[in-house]
């Protein structure tokens, strides 16, 4: 959506040696509020992208923050145990948090809001899937509820299970 209705402004390209605090590189919205955050703190900072601002990930998304993860609870659960798991979820929702916070105190009219997310599974793939990253999402922390159907008009895309963030404005 923003890539086919949101011109990129140009910025201008690093030409010489330049002395930071701190060098971010990513211009995505997680580099840019860690930018921010910093300045905020007194620190210079530099922040490094092969691209424009915004323009890789952040995107290319739906304009969406969200608790659920590509890599799966159940996935970081092997790997790092459910305190991991849990780590993992709490530091998600803090960064939401204080992008909200953000939204706030600067006065960004970004129409932000908190909303239900949804997670379904692609075509073909097992319902086994879906239980194993609700139970791991669950035993994380995060308020999420098992559902037939997420509450679209346009699609059905099977069973799902919502993640309501605190606050949410919940649209099943």
Not at 51 to 74: E, K, M, P, V
């Amino acid at each position: 959506m923003w890539m086919a209705t949101t011109a990129m402004p140009n910025q201008s390209t690093l030409v010489e040696d330049a002395h930071a605090d701190v060098c971010i590189v990513g211009a995505g919205i997680a580099g840019i509020t860690t930018a921010y955050l910093l300045a905020k703190q007194g620190k210079s900072v530099i922040v490094l992208d092969d691209g424009a601002i915004g323009g890789g990930q952040t995107q290319r998304t739906t304009a969406h923050l969200s608790n659920a993860l590509d890599d799966r609870y159940f996935e970081i659960e092997r790997l790092h145990g459910s305190e991991g798991a849990k780590r993992a979820a709490d530091s998600h929702t803090a960064a939401i948090d204080r992008i909200e916070s953000i939204v706030g105190e600067e006065q960004i009219a970004c129409d932000f809001v908190r909303l239900d997310g949804y997670l379904f599974l692609p075509p073909g793939e097992s319902a086994d899937l879906l239980d194993r990253e609700l139970a791991a999402a669950r035993l994380a922390g995060l308020g999420v509820e098992r559902l037939p159907r997420a509450p679209l008009v346009c699609f059905d895309t099977g069973p799902c299970f919502a993640i309501s963030p605190p606050g949410a404005v919940s649209s099943a």
